[in-house]
């Protein structure tokens, strides 16, 4: 008598089929390929963006997909896969229909690694469609743009009549305390207004792609000193030392004055801002190609949790002492869309309660 067994699937094919089922049931465009670029799997939600309605198995990525870069540039795609050494992820592409319509792309690139020491086996390829967040976005920062624009003239020519009116009282020995006060803090007020605005305005030409880059020859010695002659009044208003150090072998920098500068200056802004006691030490170093910046100080320092979204926009820390200053949480964005333009690398160092130091890197660059 012979004893049936019943068959059963091995537990490979039932993960395979979880992982299809899985990969199916995701809005996302998701496509699998091998090291050399060959397609392996994907999604149905790929071919609904990629409009394609036959199999992709066994093509490559560029034979399904074209890609234009944010200056309307074709993109291989093969090739920019095959670069990916560590997760990428971007939201500057476009892809490009057979029609010659387009859409605007969320792409996700990502080394698949079997597991420790086995090297990389493969890519994964994740697809958006983002047109409409693109347009949303498009129609937020022209409104940015157009409201920072037309608000600039009426809060300039406040800030210099409350200015004004500021600097009568308080020469006039018998003008009312309570309105040097008034104006005082109508002043201040209307100070930070401005630099919000001018921080909306150039978060917006960032955003949208319209800051230019000037390239010239910086003196960093000549740029610290001046950057320290403007800061040491506000830090000895708030009881603070502000030192130089400085590297006596720096050569002349290749890059743009301004970016740099406006980098050091919110560098410098935030940690005179956020330090109560001690002092704040700026200081350049000379490196291969490049000048490493820092500003350091011995301020309220930064939290752990906070660290990770210091450069994200609008952040502000839920700190009661951050609280207690105005801010609009654009600066340092603002500070890494600049790092970017210049080619920079900005470094983060802090401690709760023990201060932090910001240091950037920036290479030179050809005119």
Do not use: C
């Not at 900005?346 to 950037?360: P, Q, R, T, W």
Request: net charge neutral; aromatic share 6%.
């Amino acid at each position: 008598m012979v004893k049936l067994i019943p068959h059963t699937r091995s537990s490979a094919a039932i993960d395979h089929e979880r992982l299809n089922s899985l990969i199916n049931s995701m809005a996302d465009g998701v496509i699998a390929t091998s090291a050399e670029g060959k397609i392996v799997l994907y999604n149905g939600a790929a071919l609904n963006i990629l409009d394609i309605n036959s199999a992709m198995k066994d093509k490559f990525l560029s034979q399904t997909m074209r890609l234009l870069d944010k200056n309307n540039q074709p993109v291989d795609v093969h090739t920019l896969v095959m670069s990916v050494k560590r997760p990428f992820t971007s939201r500057d592409y476009r892809l490009q229909y057979p029609d010659n319509n387009t859409i605007n792309l969320y792409l996700s690139i990502a080394p698949v690694h079997l597991g420790f020491g086995s090297g990389m086996q493969g890519y994964v390829v994740l697809l958006r469609d983002i047109t409409r967040e693109k347009s949303l976005e498009e129609e937020r920062d022209e409104f940015i743009s157009v409201v920072s624009h037309e608000l600039r003239t009426p809060i300039a020519i406040a800030e210099g009549n409350i200015g004004n009116a500021l600097f009568i009282a308080q020469k006039d020995p018998n003008s009312n305390p309570a309105i040097v006060e008034a104006l005082t803090q109508a002043h201040d007020q209307t100070t930070f207004l401005a630099g919000m605005i001018n921080d909306l305005a150039t978060l917006s030409r960032a955003e949208r792609g319209k800051l230019t880059l000037e390239i010239e020859s910086i003196n960093a010695h000549e740029l610290m000193q001046e950057l320290v002659k403007n800061y040491s009044p506000q830090a000895t208003e708030k009881g603070l030392t502000l030192q130089v150090d400085l590297d006596k072998n720096l050569e002349l920098l290749n890059s743009s004055r301004l970016y740099v500068r406006e980098i050091l200056q919110n560098f410098i802004t935030n940690a005179i801002k956020y330090t109560e006691k001690g002092g704040v030490t700026i200081g350049a170093r000379q490196k291969p190609g490049a000048v490493e910046f820092y500003v350091q100080d011995t301020g309220i320092g930064i939290s752990k949790s906070d660290r990770e979204k210091v450069f994200d926009k609008f952040f502000r820390s839920e700190d009661y002492r951050t609280r207690q200053s105005s801010g609009t949480g654009l600066g340092l964005y603002v500070t890494m869309k600049l790092a970017r333009l210049i080619h920079a690398e900005i470094e983060m160092a802090s401690e709760l309660n023990k201060g932090s130091v910001f240091k950037i890197t920036v290479p030179n660059l050809k005119a």
